[in-house]
């Protein structure tokens, strides 16, 4: 393999106030998906661009991000980190690439982490909060309540520092966790999880009606009308458009988004064209004082050749706004006595989940004092789409009347604001 990116591949300058933006240039070799994975890694450490510019010859590209931390972000941004993961998400370099066989990335293994402990409202927000700035990604979770009023918590994870097969590594988590769940903390334990997990994450979803399941996930036709009706109706969304123009360029296809500017908007586009293994030669974003995030990108499909199919472009279009409008699903229905909290968002083609879910719902929950009795994430197909759906039956109190639908309404406002803004 050729020679890993160094620090000077990534360069952070920080902001001189606070309301000035921090700059993030990236310098490296190209790889269809590598804005993307960068736009995720700037997304998931609480950052929100605000201006970027990105330019390619398909063989090294230069990348600039101007960003903010986003409102309601539970921890100052680990600058540090954020360097460190960016760079280990580029590529080596092109010309050693050429020269030499660079084997696939081998899969992470995934542990399951065991806890025992009290309940108490936010106990979960305060485990995924610690797991989080651990750097372990969370694939799947398993929370039960006793009738004793004891959690049984099962996290599937992995490691981004690839160091949890060693007992320091172990001991470090168990550790930081018991400092923060406290006396009531009965038991941690690390291990390997069996083979039979993937079968387990991509179960389909049970104890779902086909109701919810449909209005869950709405269909794509069902959701292109819906959009085009609102569009005469809410300024919103009279503000946004994606449209493909192969008239400017003769060697690329320039496409143009106009939207209400909102948490995870990049990583949302950036993700829908690397999924479609699309190529990005340049591209510029910037956001309007008034809130209206306007993107240029010149793209190119991964055989080097403009998109002018049009049942391609037709449905590159229909997924782009789909991405835009309607990137999380959240619903909170009955199941049986208890009220439950849906929470669904898309799958990468590359099997990761959309960032921070897990860690924004429960802070939601905890911020409004709601306990969880039961929490798990599943995976569920809907038609060639991938869903990562997380379900949070709620303990409810006689001061807040869960069975309200003003009360659901509110906290699934709540719930979206925290994920999209």
Request: charged residues 25%; neutral net charge; proline residues 6%.
């Amino acid at each position: 393999m050729g020679p890993p990116p160094s620090d000077e591949t990534v360069v952070i300058t920080l902001g001189q106030n606070h309301s000035d933006p921090s700059v993030v240039t990236v310098n490296c070799a190209d790889k269809i998906g590598l804005s993307c994975d960068l736009s995720r890694i700037i997304f998931e450490a609480g950052l929100g661009v605000v201006r970027g510019d990105l330019s390619t010859d398909g063989k090294w590209c230069y990348l600039i991000f101007w960003v903010l931390p986003r409102t309601g972000s539970p921890r100052p941004i680990r600058w540090a980190i954020l360097k460190r993961n960016l760079i280990s998400a580029c590529p080596p370099n092109p010309a050693h690439i050429f020269f030499m066989n660079i084997p696939e990335p081998r899969p992470k293994n995934v542990y399951i982490l065991h806890i025992c402990s009290l309940d108490r409202a936010g106990l979960l927000n305060d485990v995924s909060q610690v797991l989080w700035e651990l750097e372990l990604a969370v694939r799947k979770v398993k929370v039960s309540t006793t009738p004793e009023g004891k959690v049984i918590d099962l996290f599937f994870i992995t490691d981004n520092r690839d160091l949890l097969h060693t007992t320091k590594r172990q001991e470090d988590v168990c550790d930081r966790l018991k400092s923060v769940i406290g006396e009531s903390s009965t038991n941690c334990d690390l291990r390997l999880a069996p083979p039979e997990f993937m079968a387990m994450e991509y179960a389909p979803i049970s104890l779902l009606s086909p109701s919810i399941v449909d209005e869950l996930f709405t269909s794509e036709t069902q959701f292109q009308a819906d959009s085009n009706s609102l569009q005469t109706k809410s300024t919103l969304i009279n503000k946004a458009s994606v449209t493909i123009d192969n008239s400017l360029s003769p060697a690329h296809t320039l496409l143009q988004i106009s939207s209400k500017d909102r948490r995870g908007l990049l990583y949302d586009v950036l993700r829908t064209l690397k999924d479609y293994n699309i190529q990005i030669s340049y591209g510029r974003l910037s956001t309007n004082p008034k809130g209206i995030c306007e993107v240029d990108l010149f793209a190119l499909q991964a055989d080097g050749r403009k998109i002018i199919d049009p049942q391609k472009q037709s449905s590159l279009c229909r997924r782009l706004q789909q991405e835009i409008f309607h990137p999380v699903r959240v619903m909170i229905v009955d199941r049986g006595p208890d009220t439950e909290l849906l929470v669904a968002s898309r799958i990468e083609l590359s099997g990761r989940g959309r960032p921070r879910v897990l860690l924004d719902v429960t802070l939601v929950l905890k911020m409004l004092d709601i306990c969880i009795f039961s929490a798990d994430i599943g995976r569920h197909a809907i038609g060639d789409l991938h869903w990562e759906v997380y379900r949070f039956l709620l303990i409810d109190r006689p001061d807040l009347s869960l069975g309200s639908s003003r009360t659901r309404s509110q906290i699934a406002e709540r719930v979206k604001n925290m994920l999209i803004g």
